[in-house]
């Protein structure tokens, strides 16, 4: 079974502030997604990266994919209130004929304004 | 394309109780998928289908779970007979198999409660 960890659980921070969220495996993933989920609705993919040491930008969204596939961040610049949701990361490994995604918990994140 | 729609998107229902969930997927995505959200346990993937075939159902909880795809536009997940521990919130997704960088849409989820 392939596991991917998100940390924090839970983070609560003032709007203008910068963070990191990541998210880690023991195993290699051919490509790893970002999704936001807010509160109510299904989760949303903000991004997907598929080469190792890959860095994205979505505005102020940066994403980094590890060098080994191993393991994802997500950096927020100047966070702002509709930054708030749960990020979830998941891997895709696919076999044969099969494409599914293995998703971590997620991260909590609450921006105060 | 109005995208992925669940219903109900809400449903309480007594213990013992059959329970059926709806989802209708974007036409022309060729793979649907049935999640589990709890706080818990997070999003545990219960079974897809690819071209309205059952590829993975490893996830689906016990016997009391199943689910069909009859057509390319409609899926159902069925609880019967429905527990407690089956509160959650269910959510469909839809996708077509192509290289790395397609993402999953999903429903907006139903979220059971069983009493």
């Known amino acids: 079974t392939q596991l991917l960890e998100q940390s924090p659980q839970f983070l609560s921070i003032q709007e203008g502030e910068n963070l990191t969220v990541y998210c880690n495996s023991s195993?290699?993933?051919?490509?790893l997604q970002w999704y936001r989920q807010e509160p109510g609705e299904g989760p949303v993919l903000l991004v997907t990266?598929?080469?190792?040491?890959e860095v994205k930008k979505l505005k102020r969204l940066t994403f980094q994919f590890g060098d080994a596939r191993k393991d994802s961040s997500l950096h927020i610049t100047a966070a702002q209130p509709g930054d708030t949701g749960l990020y979830l990361c998941?891997?895709?490994?696919?076999?044969?004929?099969?494409?599914?995604?293995?998703f971590g918990k997620g991260t909590k994140l609450s921006v105060i304004p | 394309d109005a995208g992925v729609i669940q219903s109900p998107r809400h449903e309480v229902t007594e213990m013992g109780q059959e329970v059926t969930l709806r989802c209708k997927p974007i036409?022309?995505?060729?793979?649907l998928f049935w999640y589990r959200q709890t706080m818990m346990r997070g999003l545990e993937l219960l079974i897809y289908?690819?071209?309205?075939?059952?590829?993975?159902d490893s996830g689906m909880p016990e016997d009391r779970f199943s689910a069909k795809m009859p057509n390319a536009s409609f899926s159902t997940l069925k609880i019967q007979p429905s527990e407690p521990r089956d509160s959650a919130v269910y959510f469909c997704?839809?996708?077509?198999?192509?290289?790395?960088?397609?993402?999953?849409?999903f429903g907006s989820g139903t979220r059971l409660t069983v009493v």
């Open positions: 997704a839809s996708s077509f198999f192509a290289p790395p960088g397609i993402g999953y849409t």
């Open positions: 195993s290699v993933f051919s490509s």
């Open positions: 990266v598929v080469t190792g040491g």
């Open positions: 998941a891997g895709a490994n696919p076999g044969a004929g099969s494409y599914q995604l293995t």
């Open positions: 036409s022309g995505h060729d793979y």
């Open positions: 289908f690819n071209n309205n075939v059952p590829i993975d």
